[in-house]
């Protein structure tokens, strides 16, 4: 379903260690991802393609229990819509979500 458009990449060239898809800044994992011509994707979705939770239900448990951060704000609503310009976090991984297509795809 929404594998098609979700796709990570490693930004910028900046120093640090690739680990699935992402990069190790400081204590941080950072990537950006693509809605491609989608207007938005769900949040338990994105946490499970992002290969942040092992399946939709841990997502959704990941969500009900406060752990994840939208824009700096914690985030309880299961199926919230996460549109370009957003920043999630959740255990140490920042996702950077962005209109488009990757630009250097």
Do not use: W
């Not at 994707?41 to 092992?54: P, R, V």
């Not at 406060?66 to 985030?75: H, I």
């Not at 819509?81 to 990757?102: C, N, P, Q, S």
Request: proline share 1%; with cysteine; aromatic share 8%.
């Amino acid at each position: 379903m929404c594998r098609r458009f979700l796709r990570q990449f490693l930004g910028a060239a900046a120093a640090g260690c690739y680990n699935n898809g992402l990069f190790l800044q400081g204590n941080i994992m950072e990537a950006t991802v693509y809605l491609e011509d989608n207007e938005y994707i769900a949040l338990c979705d994105l946490l499970k393609l992002a290969g942040l939770a092992e399946s939709g239900g841990q997502a959704k448990a990941f969500i009900a229990e406060g752990l994840v951060l939208r824009n700096g704000e914690t985030e309880t609503r299961k199926t919230a819509k996460i549109r370009g310009g957003e920043v999630i976090e959740f255990d140490g991984t920042r996702l950077e979500i962005a209109d488009g297509y990757d630009p250097e795809a």
